[in-house]
């Protein structure tokens, strides 16, 4: 149990030794390294892991609550659900369950927004990232849609595709004629384009439900008005799917609620 | 040469990851003859062999060979083995139907609480004893062999009587299991712990070498941390060519799992894997055709 608590206490084995909570005396004495160094590396190495699946898990809980307020909801979190299962991406699975029932719970909607980020971790590891825009998230309760809004990248632009890219690159090596005939107006792509950090110039391709969606966020609406703006529920899922990539891909750069800062 | 008959030889590896999967599916590998999947990516988050990662491991079986990995078995617990576990183990193995099933020898929690890290044991007959008979357990319960891996280690106990690769070889000689020889961690530990890597090497089992795993590793300060996060340097290069002589000619896997490269970049560690045994031991083609299984149907 010694080396248990040396390993996940959150105060850390330096200052368990200090304060004599720990006895590290089983510890052979080698040179090069101290008995405190030599734990600090798997106690380290224990946190930091399960912080990146925390951080990768909750990108919008993240997002919302800040970095340092994200820790130290990890940290209060770790301290009583500690991981038990083989696979270590299950170690999220009962943070909202955490919030409700903690004083995180006086954070309003913090719990629905960590039940939204859980939804998207079960798709993304169940059905694999290719079919995640094909699984149906049911939309959450309007009282979140009403206070949170996404601040999309505003550098990105839209170009409209007068043919499909790949018909596009086979007119220009002759391979057929008039790409541009190929498609109708309501099928022709948009393409977002945008810089990237490294200069590349980058294109997202949306469909037009997604372009709407994304011209509506880009006005600081509430997401529930702009659900209401697409006509189909399953456009509106599909475009709410949407947004924990575009976060990863930082093409939503903000998200402000004002309950939650 | 000196040979090792306790398995097939099937060749030169490389751990299958989620950034090369699609590439792999496409046909673009060149030189990786075998892939090595880490169990529990594969269990679903409910610990149940389903989903698309299942598919693509199956896809990727269909073409070539696979081993399953595990990091989860922590054989050296006091904790009870974990049946749910094993079970979902054994099943992905029935789909899988891997060349061999491996873990590590170290112990990764206990009650209950699992650190998802591979923590070192200590050296007693006492933990030979221990480990030996979970060991059986788990090879009765697979119906086969289990490989166990030697760990990387950044402490010791005082009360360890024995050198790791005195106690690797008891393990072995009560179980008959198999050894998969990490010669990265080797070289790490023997760094951390300041013995000498080739007397590890000459001290284990030649006949139980199932594997070996080739890796990078960081420096922090005083310590070597087997991070996996780079390309293997040249000692550890120089202490596998060490390994192939002593043992003879052994089925191999490169391991990168953080910053991961391109499978280009891969395909080159496994290629000078390649090249080192074809230079020290004199693997060529000729080998490979008479040695390697057959690819699965």
Partial sequence: ?261 | MPSNTNSSFIGFGAGLRVPHYAEVLQGKVKAIDWFEAISENFLGLKETPQGRPLDVLLKVRENFPIVLHGVSLSIGSTDELNRTYLTSLKSLYDKVQPAWVSDHLCWTGVHGHNLHDLLPLPYTMETVEHVSSRIQKVQDFLGRQLTIENVSSYLSYKQSAMTEWEFLSEIHRRTDCGLLLDVNNVYVSSHNHHFDPKEYIRGVPRKAITQMHLAGHSSAEALLIDTHDAPVCDEVWELYGYALKTVGPINTLVEWDGNIPSLERLEEEVSHARNIARDTIGITEGFYRSERTATPS
């Fill in chain 1, 1 to 261: 149990m010694e080396l248990l608590k040396v390993f996940t206490d959150p105060k850390g084995p330096r200052h368990l030794l200090e304060n004599k909570e720990i006895d590290l005396s089983f510890v052979e004495d080698q040179k090069g390294a101290s008995s405190i160094e030599r734990v600090s590396v798997y106690s380290d190495a224990y946190f930091l892991r399960l912080k990146e699946i925390l951080e990768n898990d909750f990108e919008l809980t993240r997002l919302v609550l800040g970095d340092a307020l994200f820790l130290d909801l990890i940290v209060d979190y770790l301290k009583t659900h500690h991981p038990y299962r083989p696979n270590a991406q299950w170690v999220g699975g009962h943070l909202s369950e955490f919030v409700g029932q903690s004083s995180w719970a006086k954070k309003k909607l913090l719990s629905a927004l960590v039940d939204f980020d859980w939804m998207l971790t079960e798709v993304t590891f169940e059905t694999y990232l290719e079919n995640r825009a094909a699984a149906k998230l049911p939309l959450l309760s309007p009282e979140f849609f009403s206070e949170a809004t996404f601040v999309p990248d505003s550098s990105a632009k839209f170009l409209r595709c007068s043919a499909e890219l790949e018909d596009l690159w086979l007119g220009r090596h002759n391979k057929i004629e008039n790409p541009s005939s190929t498609l109708t107006e309501s099928d022709k792509p948009w393409l977002l384009v945008r810089r990237g950090e490294d200069g590349r110039i980058i294109f997202y391709r949306l469909s037009d439900a997604e372009r709407r969606f994304w011209l509506e966020l880009a006005q600081s609406k509430a997401l529930l008005s702009v659900c209401e703006i697409l006509e189909e529920d399953e456009e509106a899922s599909l475009a709410v799917a949407q947004l924990g990539s575009w976060i990863q891909m930082g093409l939503i750069k903000d998200i402000q609620h004002s309950s939650l800062s």
